[in-house]
Each structure stands twice: as C-alpha cells, then as structure tokens.
C-alpha cells in the first residue's frame, strides 16, 4: 500500500499535536510490512508521515520537486530532511531546477501518481497559492486517487 502525503505547514502547536495523533492512527490502520510512504518531505505532515511509516517498519519513497528544493525548506528542518532522505529506498525527482509553487505543485503530481491513496492535512480551504493542499487534493480527485481528510473537529490555521 502506497500512501501519499499532503498538507498544511506552520500549524498551531495545538492543531500540530492533533493532527499528529489522527495522522499516526491512520497510518496504523496499514500493514507495515507493505507500507510506502510516497513524500516531499517537507516540514510539517510531509515528515510526520513518513517518519511514522518508517517508525512502524514501512519504507520512504522520497519526492524532490526541484534541484533546490531543501535549501527553500526552513533551516532548521534540514538534519529532518537529511535523515529522511538518507532513509528512502527510492528518491524521484521532477528534474526541475527552481523551486517554487510549480515546482511544488509537479512534485504533488509524482506523489499523487505514485500513490494508492493520498492523506490530506487538509482544513477545506482553498489553497493560499498555486500547489497547495486544495490543488493536491483536487488534482488527486481528478486522477481517481483516492483522497483522505485528516483534519481537527473545530481546528483552524
């Protein structure tokens, strides 16, 4: 079973802890010995996810939407993105050089089409720019992939 990862960043510490717990309980529901998490990698449910596969005994298939992708990230997710990194059985890449919005949005695509189901960090909102959670979930909706919500009763960002 592949599971793709997307999802809002930069949540409140309230909402992060939620959603951790809802993320992880999803993710438990799976074999781990047939779990793939297909991830960006990026800080916030892109790791959380793929950490929880790998803590459960799945494997990480690593997503880099660009050449500069993980100097875009925050600096201090860096040794979290390099750990996971050095843990993925697989790396695919877009083979874009720039990392903005389309190159994210190309990277949503690869999880998108690598994955059996997506998991969606997801608040309903539309997204705040080009390539965000809305347009993941939408794109995966139009794929015919299916798309599971994690998200908070009453939670906002």
Same mark, same amino acid.
């Given at each position: 079973?592949?599971? $793709? %990862?997307?999802?809002?960043? #930069?949540?409140?510490?309230?909402?992060?802890?939620?959603?951790?717990?809802?993320?992880?309980?999803?993710? =438990?529901?799976?074999?781990?010995?047939?779990?793939?998490?297909?991830?960006?990698?990026?800080?916030?449910?892109?790791?959380?996810?793929? =950490?929880?596969?790998?803590?459960?005994?799945?494997?990480?298939?690593?997503? %880099?939407?660009?050449?500069?992708?993980?100097?875009?990230?925050?600096?201090?997710?860096?040794?979290?993105?390099?750990?996971?990194?050095?843990?993925?059985?697989?790396?695919?890449?877009?083979?874009?050089? =720039?990392?903005?919005?389309?190159?994210?949005?190309? #990277?949503?695509?690869?999880?998108?089409?690598?994955?059996?189901?997506?998991?969606?960090?997801?608040?309903?909102?539309?997204?705040? #720019?080009?390539?965000?959670?809305?347009?993941?979930?939408?794109?995966?909706?139009? =794929?015919?992939?299916?798309?599971?919500?994690?998200?908070?009763? $009453?939670?906002?960002?």
């Amino acid at each position: 079973m592949r599971i $793709g %990862i997307t999802g809002h960043r #930069g949540l409140r510490p309230e909402v992060e802890a939620q959603v951790r717990t809802l993320l992880a309980a999803e993710i =438990q529901q799976h074999d781990p010995s047939r779990l793939i998490c297909v991830s960006c990698i990026a800080d916030g449910p892109d790791t959380w996810a793929a =950490q929880e596969v790998l803590r459960l005994g799945g494997r990480l298939e690593a997503v %880099i939407p660009a050449d500069g992708y993980r100097e875009s990230l925050p600096e201090e997710h860096h040794p979290t993105y390099d750990r996971l990194m050095d843990s993925a059985s697989e790396i695919h890449h877009t083979g874009l050089a =720039q990392s903005d919005s389309a190159a994210h949005m190309a #990277g949503s695509e690869i999880v998108v089409g690598l994955a059996d189901e997506v998991l969606a960090v997801w608040d309903g909102l539309p997204a705040w #720019g080009y390539g965000g959670t809305a347009d993941v979930v939408e794109y995966a909706k139009r =794929q015919g992939v299916p798309v599971r919500i994690i998200w908070p009763n $009453g939670a906002s960002r």
